[in-house]
T-cell receptor, first 111, second 114 residues
């Protein structure tokens, strides 16, 4: 029973590099979302998806892209990393009218 | 817009002490309210929820009551344990329970010493 799996756990990037944070869930949840967690700011919604093929922007979408080609996967892409994107990233999923299930997070540092 | 204000941390208590972590909110309409807990190295887990005024959410000895008149949802526990050491987040959703557009507070780090 894996739940929500995020990879990698840690990543260091140089400014301008690109990378993809992976998120997979095995609970057949329709909804998936990405949050970033910053000190003193709680969690902020980046992008979310209500089903395969459908994505929408959250509170802080700039600098991030997402796609949802399958129900299970919801990758987050940073096309040109910036130091302001240094954060801990959480993926979460849920089925209708149920609480969010969070992954264990990816700690990203951009130098 | 929506906002959640919770007690600044860190909070350090002795085992078996009484815990209160304050949370107040600003929202349009009638939001659902939540407390999430984050243990070291893990993602957030739902601790308890309340979906309407005067509801009391409870779980693992923790309680919180939805107070519409004071726009508050304070978290309480009568006797804390070392295993309760974690970061606690208050959150709201004004689109009903289950909506992923949650607004989170900044989190309160709780440390319990034996």
């Amino acid at each position: 029973n894996a739940g929500v799996t995020q990879t990698p756990k840690f990543q260091v990037l140089k400014t301008g590099q690109s990378m993809t944070l992976q998120c997979a869930q095995d609970m057949n949840h329709e909804y998936m979302s990405w949050y970033r967690q910053d000190p003193g700011m709680g969690l902020r919604l980046i992008h979310y998806s209500v089903g395969a093929g459908i994505t929408d922007q959250g509170e802080v979408p700039n600098g991030y892209n997402v796609s949802r080609s399958t129900t299970e996967d919801f990758p987050l892409r940073l096309l040109s990393a910036a130091p302001s994107q240094t954060s801990v990233y959480f993926c979460a999923s849920r089925s209708y009218n149920s609480p969010l299930h969070f992954g264990n997070g990816t700690r990203l540092t951009v130098t | 817009g929506n906002s959640v204000t919770q007690m600044e941390g860190p909070v350090t208590l002795s085992e078996e002490a009484f815990l209160t972590i304050n949370c107040t909110y600003t929202a349009t309409g009638y939001p659902s309210l939540f407390w999430y807990v984050q243990y070291p190295g893990e993602g957030l887990q739902l601790l308890l929820k309340a979906t309407k005024a005067d509801d009391k959410g409870s779980n693992k000895g923790f309680e919180a009551t939805y107070r519409k008149e004071t726009t508050s949802f304070h978290l309480e526990k009568g006797s804390v344990q070392v295993s309760d050491s974690a970061v606690y987040f208050c959150a709201l959703s004004d689109l009903g329970f289950g909506n992923e557009k949650l607004t989170f507070g900044t989190g309160t780090r709780l440390t319990i010493i034996p």
